[in-house]
């Protein structure tokens, strides 16, 4: 969850000055959380595409409905967090769009990794694998696991960000990542015996 | 923030997750879905200027229809009534009293306004008590200008106002006149002047 700085105005502050039509204030909004709600898109879909989408919906939403949005019940972030699940899972279902694997996004171009070549293209085929079984875990089990895995929220802010109760956030979180080892551990195996048939190949 | 210490996994998996989140922060959001949010506000906003002005529009509308109400009408009674043409004006020559009231009112020379087709008198307007003609008020409009028939019932003594010799301006009654109005509201003359009857009873 972005850090917002002292000198910054809080989100509530942003909220009540963008309801009264503020466009700094929305932009401010946007500009705090768009990462996070993007990210979370597009590890959920795995497809950039789609998180573009979702990041403008999610925000439309919220300038549609930004005089629902509570702030003594929950965060902001948490907030954007539950509408970025419920577009991402109702634009899924809608384009019955199922994963493609090979099309699961690649990270990005800079990314920080081992200055050997070697070293680097596994680290790179790591994050490719563990980003396929991310994508491929169900949806119940993915999102629990990218909100409390990889963004960092607690059980409790991912249960109020998914509407359930921490107890089942916490038998999820255990589930998902028993499954997320295993399809890293299968795709581990596919690889090693993809590069042991290559060299094969190549010896033969 | 994080949650409880991380059930026992691979080690490589806990690497690799370790990495991806690394890696999840240097994803950068395409600039061309800020710009579309914030088209998208400034449309929202843009609708929502009218939409607080519902009130303003409203009256627009109702001034409108008043004013469309007012033209119609105002159409409608012109074609109604006989379009006055302008002659020359004739200065008033002479006045000579009404039967029932102790005034007078001027005696119609020339006509200043000739109506086409003549409208047909009703029969009680052509009652021998009753004096039609022309009085100038103020200056004929001679440029053809639209004129309009107002009929009000004005107490006698008000006719001192229109230059009319009244014989005793103490006197009670009151007189019907139809009174031809320029568009500048100014009375043009006074074509009919009908005193009321008073149906009190007599000592």
């Known amino acids: 969850m972005p850090a917002v700085e002292a000198t910054e105005p809080a989100d509530a502050e942003l909220v009540r000055r963008a309801l009264a039509g503020d466009r700094d204030a929305f932009e401010g909004i946007y500009r705090r959380y768009h990462a996070v709600v993007y990210r979370f898109a597009r590890m959920m879909s795995g497809s950039p595409a789609v998180a573009d989408d979702v990041t403008q919906e999610v925000f439309m939403a919220l300038m549609r409905d930004l005089g629902r949005y509570e702030p003594q019940r929950a965060g902001l972030a948490t907030y954007l967090y539950g509408v970025a699940r419920n577009v991402t899972r109702a634009r899924l279902r809608k384009e019955q769009r199922f994963v493609n694997l090979e099309e699961a996004p690649a990270g990005t171009s800079d990314s920080v990794g081992p200055t050997d070549p070697t070293e680097a293209l596994a680290h790179s085929q790591d994050l490719i694998r563990l980003r396929q079984a991310i994508v491929a875990l169900p949806s119940r089990y993915r999102e629990v696991v990218i909100l409390c895995d990889l963004h960092d929220l607690s059980y409790a802010e991912a249960a109020a960000a998914l509407g359930s109760p921490v107890g089942t956030v916490r038998s999820r979180l255990h589930r998902g990542r028993n499954l997320l080892a295993e399809r890293f551990r299968a795709a581990d195996g596919d690889r090693s015996r993809s590069v042991v048939g290559s060299v094969a190949r190549c010896l033969a | ?203």
């Open chain 2, 1 to 203: 923030m994080t949650a409880d210490p991380r059930d026992s996994g691979p080690a490589d998996l806990e690497r690799a997750l370790r990495a991806l989140v690394a890696d999840e922060r240097r994803v950068r959001v395409p600039p061309h879905v800020h710009a579309a949010v914030m088209q998208a506000w400034d449309r929202a906003m843009s609708s929502v200027t009218p939409r607080r002005a519902p009130r303003r529009v409203r009256l627009a509308v109702v001034a409108a229809t008043i004013a469309s109400a007012a033209l119609i009408i105002t159409v409608a009674f012109d074609r109604r009534r006989p379009e006055p043409t302008l002659v020359d004006p004739a200065p008033i020559a002479s006045m000579e009293p009404l039967p029932s009231a102790n005034m007078t009112l001027p005696e119609i020379e020339a006509p200043v306004v000739r109506s086409k087709p003549p409208r047909r008198r009703s029969r009680a307007e052509r009652a021998p008590r009753t004096t039609t003609g022309i009085v100038l008020v103020a200056d004929p409009i001679l440029d053809g200008s639209a004129l309009s028939v107002v009929r009000v019932r004005v107490p006698l003594s008000a006719l001192i106002n229109f230059g009319i010799p009244v014989p005793d301006p103490d006197a009670q009654g009151s007189v019907d006149l139809e009174m031809l109005v320029g568009e500048d509201g100014i009375a043009r003359t006074i074509r009919r002047a009908v005193p009321v009857t008073t149906s009190e009873p007599q000592e």
